[in-house]
């Protein structure tokens, strides 16, 4: 009898390939408030009607003048207005000054403001005219911010296919927006497989039964999907069956983008996903050469991607955020998906390189390099909690106390 060759386990550099090139981007789209669409992918491009500033304004506290009546230190001037931010301005008199306000419009005929710091009032008498004593020679423009200098009108200042965070819905806002077309969120069907799965609260801890385990990827699934700007429909667990598997992929696949399944992906007697994915379509079973997260599988049922991950918590979670997080974001129509990392200094040794592209929990430390969590088991969450990144270790490297290494950080792929 002759033993099947196993497949080569694919890089996930190939993996991801293969998954971006399956993906056609969702066209629907939708208006939102601009307070309601932080996460959101933009649909269109989104151009200023006007120059931002609208026209040359102060940025400091002090006094317009025009340079050629500050020839020398100790200048004095009348002082012929008052400027306030959000009030017009009169042309500025020769050998007068304005006081003029942080955000006040530059008077015309004005070229520099001197900070007050530099300036002095001048006593006189009740009812006569403000003057001021200028006591530093101002250079042409000096703290002048002029109008369009952020923004010029007619000028792309948000790009289709952007992630909307607090600083573009700020730019938005500055240019006058207060709704935007963004990309409909992704619906994607969540659930788990497994019969020792336990949902916390319905079972206290001295009461759990043997071989029971809390579903904590149910958790954290839901919330790396929400936080990736999914419309998130739980189905929470199914059953060990095949016909209750096939009932629970054919109603998430009638109304759904993606549906996302963590364990049951093996193909062990209690393993259903498989038969039952491609008794309702199609599924590729893939082995990552990742650690950790090795297997995961790939298909359609209907129009729905389905995407099965492992059932190990930190497998499932750093799956989920090597592949399933750029195929959800290229889903929304953005094009770079792929997290930058930083070349940090490795404070710790890493003797038994693994053949396979490692993904090890770590965390900067005060002196600027980066620590490494001791227990890089599949099946300790703990590991992610504590750590603020992932070490990218290609397959085969050791790693030595002062090596540069790829960081990647979870604020970078959680964002």
């Known amino acids: 009898?002759?033993?099947?060759?196993?497949?080569?386990?694919?890089?996930?550099?190939?993996?991801?390939?293969?998954?971006?090139?399956?993906?056609?981007?969702?066209?629907?789209?939708?208006?939102?408030?601009?307070?309601?669409?932080?996460?959101?992918?933009?649909?269109?491009?989104?151009?200023?009607?006007?120059?931002?500033?609208?026209?040359?304004?102060?940025s400091m506290d002090g006094y317009a003048v025009r340079l050629q009546d500050v020839t020398a230190p100790g200048v004095e001037m009348a002082v012929s207005q008052r400027i306030p931010a959000g009030s017009a301005s009169a042309a500025l008199q020769p050998h007068t000054v304005a006081r003029i306000f942080t955000g006040a419009p530059i008077p015309a005929g004005a070229d520099a403001v001197v900070m007050q710091e530099d300036c002095a009032a001048v006593a006189g008498a009740e009812g006569e005219t403000p003057r001021v004593q200028?006591?530093?020679?101002?250079?042409?423009?000096?703290?002048?911010?002029?109008?369009?200098?952020?923004?010029?009108?007619?000028?792309?200042?948000?790009?289709?296919?952007?992630?909307?965070?607090?600083?573009?819905l700020g730019l938005a806002a500055s240019i006058g927006m207060d709704r935007l077309d963004v990309v409909k969120r992704p619906r994607v069907a969540l659930f788990s497989t497994g019969d020792e799965l336990v949902m916390p609260g319905t079972v206290a801890p001295q009461?759990?039964?043997?071989?029971?385990?809390?579903?904590?990827?149910?958790?954290?699934?839901?919330?790396?999907?929400?936080?990736?700007?999914?419309?998130?429909?739980?189905?929470g667990i199914v059953p060990d069956q095949l016909e209750a598997t096939v009932q629970a992929l054919r109603d998430a696949s009638a109304a759904h983008d993606v549906i996302l399944t963590s364990g049951g992906v093996s193909v062990?007697?209690?393993?259903?996903?498989?038969?039952?994915?491609?008794?309702l379509g199609t599924l590729d079973l893939w082995q990552i050469a990742i650690k950790p997260g090795k297997p995961f599988a790939h298909g359609r049922v209907g129009a729905?991607?389905?995407?099965?991950?492992?059932?190990?918590?930190?497998?499932?979670?750093?799956?989920?955020?090597?592949?399933?997080r750029p195929f959800?974001?290229?889903?929304?129509?953005?094009?770079?998906?792929?997290?930058?990392?930083a070349s940090l200094r490795a404070d710790f040794d890493w003797p038994r390189a693994d053949k396979r592209q490692e993904f090890l929990r770590a965390r900067r430390n005060a002196n600027g390099g980066l620590d490494l969590f001791p227990n890089q088991s599949s099946g300790v969450l703990t590991s992610a909690v504590w750590g603020d990144g992932l070490v990218d270790n290609p397959g085969g490297q050791t790693i030595r106390q002062g090596d540069s290494v790829r960081f990647v950080s979870f604020a970078e792929l959680l964002a």
């Not at 729905?304 to 399933?324: E, I, R």
């Open 1 to 58: 009898m002759v033993t099947p060759q196993r497949a080569p386990l694919k890089p996930l550099n190939e993996a991801l390939a293969q998954l971006l090139a399956a993906v056609q981007p969702i066209n629907a789209v939708e208006q939102g408030a601009l307070l309601d669409l932080d996460g959101r992918v933009l649909a269109q491009d989104v151009v200023s009607a006007l120059h931002v500033p609208p026209q040359d304004n102060s």
């Open 134 to 168: 200028v006591n530093a020679i101002p250079k042409p423009g000096q703290w002048i911010r002029r109008a369009g200098e952020d923004v010029a009108s007619g000028a792309v200042v948000l790009s289709r296919g952007m992630r909307l965070g607090p600083a573009e």
């Open 207 to 235: 009461d759990m039964p043997p071989g029971a385990i809390y579903n904590s990827n149910r958790f954290f699934l839901n919330s790396l999907l929400r936080r990736m700007g999914c419309e998130v429909t739980d189905y």
């Open 268 to 279: 062990g007697e209690e393993d259903h996903i498989k038969p039952a994915v491609q008794s």
């Open 304 to 324: 729905a991607h389905f995407m099965g991950l492992p059932g190990n918590p930190v497998s499932s979670f750093v799956t989920f955020l090597l592949l399933v």
């Open 328 to 341: 959800l974001l290229r889903l929304q129509g953005m094009v770079e998906v792929a997290p930058v990392g």
